[in-house]
């Protein structure tokens, strides 16, 4: 166990814990909320750890009763013992777990991107049905979004819809939601009672500050353009659609959801951060394709990654190979138990690396 990592962690704990009930920093909303983050980060792993001293305490405590004179009273402790020993060697575990260090980008904002797949007007209304669940999930959250783009179905739900979703560890919670969602249903426009499958695509991409990927000004080329969409009084006759080159590895990239340009600028410029932080993982992958291919991390659209039964009531992530019989629940924004799933996984998946890295 890493009991000096642990300990390093409760002292800070502390401290945050004094600086939270100092009136100077009650007075500043600003540091108060920043000190609350950190709180609320550690505290986790502090009530796990102190669990964990508790069940050392109470091993040491049935061990003593081992050598008492009454033969039922040891029998007694040997049970208790072996429940306890199983209580440590599982709080150890998930303690390695929480110590697993985080990727950096976890923190960050997103660009949350969801759009119609094959299906036509059924997919358009399993995008309605998405971007509800998703922002009922944010406001359970505390996650504040903003429709910056959403082009209507043309019998209900949205063909596309962009949000920016800011809060903390925004990215850390949402990164396993990029790919292809998969929905079997009767819609309701069928009148045979006939069973459609349709899709989804889901885009989340981490809104990174300009200084973490280096671009120079020069590498780029941007245009701009008018930006399709319905015509008559929305008729864009400005060019606020933007496209960018990236002159050294030829990627183009564009934005025409927002009518402002700076934005469809920021947009376009964060999707060409994805798409070189994608080139830069696929290089390292080809290197370390055992460390770093990990399935509930890819956020490759093309691949599909949950089906959504309802007929069933049926939710499957097939990264995970998981169902959970609670659809009707999970639809209304309840996504909880299936992102804790996904975020136990990817910490596995850690840990098995860097085991396998240390029994090198």
Not at 224 to 240: C, I, L
Request: hydrophobic share 30%.
């Amino acid at each position: 166990m890493y009991f000096d990592q642990i300990e390093k962690i409760k002292s800070k704990y502390d401290y945050i814990e004094e600086r939270l009930q100092d009136p100077q920093i009650l007075a500043d909303p600003k540091k108060y909320a920043q000190y609350h983050r950190e709180y609320k980060a550690l505290s986790d792993i502090i009530h796990t750890y102190n669990h964990y001293r508790d069940i050392l305490d109470q091993i040491k405590q049935a061990e003593e009763l081992l050598h008492d004179e009454d033969v039922s009273m040891r029998q007694l402790a040997e049970e208790e013992l072996n429940q306890l020993r199983e209580q440590r060697q599982e709080l150890e575990h998930q303690l390695q777990l929480m110590l697993l260090p985080k990727d950096r980008e976890d923190q960050l904002d997103v660009l949350f991107e969801i759009r119609a797949g094959t299906g036509g007007d059924e997919a358009s209304l399993f995008v309605g049905d998405l971007f509800r669940m998703y922002t009922k999930f944010f406001e359970a959250r505390g996650f504040d979004y903003e429709v910056i783009y959403a082009q209507e179905g043309t019998v209900g739900g949205f063909n596309k819809v962009v949000m920016e979703v800011h809060g903390t560890d925004v990215y850390g919670t949402l990164k396993f939601e990029s790919g292809v969602h998969r929905v079997q249903r009767v819609p309701k426009t069928e009148t045979h009672g006939r069973l459609h499958t349709s899709a989804a695509t889901v885009a989340v991409l981490p809104i990174n500050e300009e200084s973490d990927i280096q671009i120079s000004r020069d590498e780029l080329k941007i245009d701009t353009f008018r930006s399709s969409g319905p015509g008559g009084q929305h008729a864009n006759k400005t060019e606020s659609a933007v496209r960018i080159t990236h002159l050294p590895t030829g990627i183009v990239v564009e934005s025409q959801d927002s009518r402002s340009q700076l934005k469809n600028r920021e947009i376009a410029l964060q999707r060409l951060y994805q798409k070189l932080k994608e080139q830069q993982y696929q290089k390292d992958a080809e290197e370390q394709s055992q460390l770093r291919r990990s399935l509930v991390k890819s956020g490759d659209r093309s691949e599909k990654i949950r089906t959504y039964n309802f007929p069933q009531n049926r939710l499957t992530d097939h990264r995970i190979q998981m169902s959970w019989y609670n659809l009707d629940k999970i639809i209304t924004g309840q996504l909880d138990e299936v992102i804790q799933a996904l975020q136990q996984a990817e910490r596995a998946q850690k840990l098995q690396s860097l085991e396998h890295i240390q029994d090198r």
